[in-house]
């Protein structure tokens, strides 16, 4: 009764997929959930509309996982976007891409594809165990022999183990690292877990001032001791500890990296990316010479967002009721380089559970690229968040996951039976 060919733990988008795959196989799987309710995360990804993967080619799609990335090769040429795409699309789910490459289910529903990998688990037999945390692998003479469980103090008996506990990002969604703990029980390391994507907290007031602004198609570049690291375009927010949104996700990681390492961090805000310091200069010193007679501050609410003026204001310690005629060179060569140079102080970063994604994690050494499986004990295999695996924003992260579940689902499955 409680013995099981293949035992997974976690069911998110890497457990539902590795379990299928496995039952798939014809093995008997049992698939344990901590919460009451399986894939609380991938219910919420893509704000609810579930940006499940990425039109990039390969090569590039390794890329946004950074040095990492050339992990995924192995388990990418057998199981990738246009595969997993297949996979949905044979059950009737249709897909739409974005200009940008991201690609969304066609209803903007995440409950489809969750809906849907549910009932193509319980339909290849796989048993489901919700409100079950795994707390414990049973490991006798460097043999796996099952797995314990804190909440139902029960023990279930397998010699297959599969991990896809996510990582320790958004715990209420039940990804609180506990993988971790499992896979250092087994001898595994753990690389350093921080987050990735993640909100920034910007020193002084000024984001507080600007709470709720937010700015499209700005450029932002990473200042570590004045050298510029990173740049990326995009929308970004301020918030009332800071500033946020998918362009400060995506610079996030290399900032938390440097912040990590004591150094200084500066954001320099590009508010007029479209324009050189020359076409600025220019197009400033005509606006102005046009409209003479107009209050310089009523000149600024035309060209910035009107949240923005008192802080431009402030921070140039320019006269708001001067005339623009009355505006002097030097006064507009401030107004020129803040326009193209509005530089914010990362105090830190948020905390790991806001993160989207978690860096770190299981170590890929130990990992076999092919199989997922642990190159210390045989029968254990882990697969999505919990590996030392995290990409920029994008439809990445999922792909991984439900790549390296697909991997160790057939792995696990084939081990048992051969
Ligand atoms: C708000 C948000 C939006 C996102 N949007 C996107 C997106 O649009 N596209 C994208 O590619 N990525 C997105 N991501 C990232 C993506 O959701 C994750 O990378 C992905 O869910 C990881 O899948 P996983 O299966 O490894 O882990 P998870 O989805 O985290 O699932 C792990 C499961 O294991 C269970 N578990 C944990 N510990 C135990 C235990 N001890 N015993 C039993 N069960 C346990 C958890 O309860 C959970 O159900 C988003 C993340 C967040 C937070």
Redesign the pocket.
């Known amino acids: 009764m409680n013995k099981y060919d293949v035992i997974v733990?976690?069911?998110?988008?890497?457990?539902?997929?590795a379990a299928g795959q496995a039952a798939e196989s014809g093995t008997k799987v049992l698939l344990?959930?901590?919460?009451d309710t399986?894939?609380?995360?991938?219910r919420?990804?893509?704000?609810g509309?579930?940006?499940?993967?990425?039109a990039a080619p390969i090569n590039e799609f390794i890329k946004s996982f950074g040095m990492n990335g050339r992990f995924l090769r192995p388990v990418f040429s057998r199981f990738f976007s246009t595969e997993l795409l297949q996979f949905f699309y044979n059950a009737g789910i249709r897909f739409v891409t974005e200009a940008d490459g991201?690609i969304?289910p066609e209803d903007d529903k995440?409950d489809t594809i969750v809906d849907f990998l549910l009932n193509w688990i319980r339909e290849r037999g796989v048993t489901l165990q919700t409100g079950?945390?795994?707390?414990r692998l049973l490991i006798e003479n460097g043999k796996l022999t099952g797995i314990a469980?804190?909440s139902s103090d029960k023990i279930y008996y397998t010699e297959n183990i599969i991990i896809?506990?996510?990582?320790a990002?958004?715990p209420g969604?039940?990804?609180?690292?506990?993988?971790y703990s499992?896979a250092k029980s087994a001898g595994h390391t753990i690389i350093n877990i921080r987050p990735s994507?993640i909100p920034l907290e910007i020193a002084g007031n000024i984001a507080q001032d600007l709470q709720g602004i937010s700015l499209s198609n700005v450029t932002v570049k990473v200042l570590v001791n004045g050298k510029n690291i990173t740049s990326r375009s995009g929308e970004m927010v301020f918030t009332h500890y800071g500033v946020s949104g998918p362009l400060i996700l995506l610079i996030s990681k290399i900032v938390v990296e440097h912040l990590l390492i004591k150094q200084k961090v500066f954001l320099s805000i590009d508010l007029k990316p479209e324009m050189d310091d020359k076409t600025l200069d220019a197009f400033l010193l005509s606006e102005i010479k046009t409209h003479g007679k107009k209050l310089f501050k009523t000149l600024l609410n035309e060209w910035l967002q009107k949240k923005l003026v008192p802080a431009c204001i402030n921070l140039l310690n320019i006269q708001p009721d001067k005339l623009c005629n009355q505006i002097n060179a030097e006064e507009r060569k401030k107004l020129r380089i803040w326009l193209k140079d509005f530089r914010l102080e990362v105090k830190n970063y948020r905390p790991l559970p806001e993160?989207?994604?978690?860096a770190g994690g299981v170590n890929l050494k130990e990992i076999d690229p092919n199989t997922m499986g642990s190159k210390l004990i045989k029968g254990l295999y882990f697969?999505?968040?919990?590996?030392d695996l995290?990409?920029d924003?994008?439809?990445?992260?999922?792909?991984?996951?439900f790549s390296?579940?697909w991997a160790a689902g057939k792995a696990a499955a084939a081990t048992f039976l051969h």
């Not at 344990?32 to 919460?35: A, C, F, P, R, T």
């Not at 993160?355 to 978690?358: K, L, R």
Request: aromatic share 6%; hydrophobic share 35%; glycine share 20%.
């Open positions: 733990v976690g069911a998110g988008p890497a457990g539902l997929m344990l959930e901590k919460m399986p894939a609380n995360k991938l919420i990804t893509g704000g509309r579930c940006n499940i993967t990425n991201k969304f995440a079950f945390t795994v707390n469980g804190s896809t506990t996510g990582g990002s958004y969604t039940g990804s609180s690292g506990d993988g499992l994507l993160a989207i994604v978690t697969a999505g968040e919990v590996l995290d990409a924003t994008g439809g990445y992260n999922l792909q991984a996951a390296t579940g």
